[in-house]
């Protein structure tokens, strides 16, 4: 069945690092648009990075220059590098996988951005 499992979080100081991976099966990862979102306590959720199968990738703004989103077809992983972390990236942070109808979600991993 499908799957994504993220990975990687915890808790980093402001201006530390971090790297997310997403682990996909189930579909054909390669074909597919690999988006990380995040969703901060009482907020909605906001796009992070996108990559699409042919590897253009597209930033929320707050994130350009710190976040770097980056794929593996081979290992059907997408990666999302995060530096100069800050106390507003706390969030739980969400991999999708989109192509045409199909949307798959997973079930997201916590980042704590404190000192």
């Known amino acids: 069945q499908v799957q994504l499992v993220e990975s990687g979080g915890g808790l980093v100081q402001p201006g530390g690092s971090l790297r997310l991976s997403c682990a996909a099966s189930?579909?054909?990862?390669?074909?597919?648009?690999m988006t990380w979102y995040r969703q901060a306590p009482g907020k909605e959720r906001e796009l992070v990075a996108t990559?699409?199968?042919?590897?253009?990738?597209n930033y929320a703004d707050s994130m350009k220059g710190r976040f770097t989103i980056s794929r593996d077809n081979a290992k059907k992983t997408v990666y999302l590098q995060m530096n100069s972390l800050k106390p507003e990236d706390t969030a739980v942070y969400y991999c999708?996988?989109?192509?045409?109808?199909?949307?798959?979600w997973g079930q997201g991993t916590q980042v704590t951005v404190s000192s």
């Open positions: 999708n996988a989109r192509f045409l109808m199909h949307d798959f």
């Open positions: 990559i699409t199968s042919g590897g253009s990738t």
């Open positions: 189930g579909f054909t990862f390669s074909a597919y648009t």
